[in-house]
């Protein structure tokens, strides 16, 4: 075939094909009820904890020991008040439940410094380190839930689920048309079924 008559589109990359934007999923998922509140039960615990930490951080730290962590705790504390406001308030919490995991990390990480040296409160810091084992296996476990949760589905894909009827007109328009339908009297059907439609012939 000669380069004229060679089709246009060849050499052409295939475009991919996507589809409708109404046919995509949201990003937010579908989380079964006892997750969805688990999560909202993590998120006030870190509005509580939060506060906790920020009040009475000097505290805290003297409890485990760590007298010169006192400003590091308050700033958890900080951190625990954003990320139980972002889970309170978010549609989808899971990026919010994963921040709380890794906060969970930074926590042990900065606890287990007590138990290095002449501490003489390290059974505190033993304490402290069990809750937040605690804390933080529930934490992974509502990550992974929410994170395991089939995607909800875009907002106008429900909506049009909604309005369909099955009809290529509405209702009103479409009663009674099939009425006055008669099928073509030459019709050949399968042989068990000739009898049939010579009857109602």
Same mark, same amino acid.
Request: net charge positive.
């Given at each position: ?16 094909? +996507? ?23 993590? =998120?006030w615990f870190s ?6 930490e920020v009040a ?8 485990? =020991? ?7 705790? @308050? ?14 308030? +978010? ?19 900065? #606890?287990?410094?007590?138990? #290095? ?7 505190? #810091? ?27 589905? +875009? @907002?106008? #894909?429900? @909506? ?5 009827? =099955? ?21 050949i059907g399968p ?11």
């Open positions: 075939m000669s380069d004229a008559m060679a089709p246009r589109d060849q050499g052409r990359a295939p475009v991919p094909y +996507s589809l409708p934007r109404y046919l995509t999923s949201d990003p937010r998922r579908r989380p079964d009820p006892a997750t969805r509140e688990l999560a909202h039960g993590l =998120g509005i509580g904890l939060g506060l906790t009475c951080g000097g505290a805290i730290a003297r409890w485990l =020991g760590m007298p010169r962590v006192a400003p590091v705790i @308050q700033a958890y504390g900080v951190r625990e008040l954003l990320q139980g406001a972002g889970i309170l308030g +978010s549609r989808d919490p899971t990026p919010w439940i994963s921040a709380r995991v890794a906060g969970d990390a930074l926590d042990i990480a900065t #606890v287990l410094r007590g138990l #290095v040296g002449h501490n003489p409160r390290k059974d505190n #810091v033993l304490i402290a380190l069990l809750a937040l084992a605690g804390v933080t296996a529930v934490d992974v476990i509502c990550a992974h839930n929410l994170s395991g949760a089939p995607l909800a589905p +875009s @907002q106008k #894909v429900r @909506q049009d689920y909604r309005r369909r009827s =099955g009809f290529r007109r509405p209702a009103e328009a479409m009663r009674g048309v099939a009425r006055d339908f008669k099928p073509p009297p030459d019709i042989e068990a079924m000739r009898p049939w439609t010579l009857i109602n012939a």
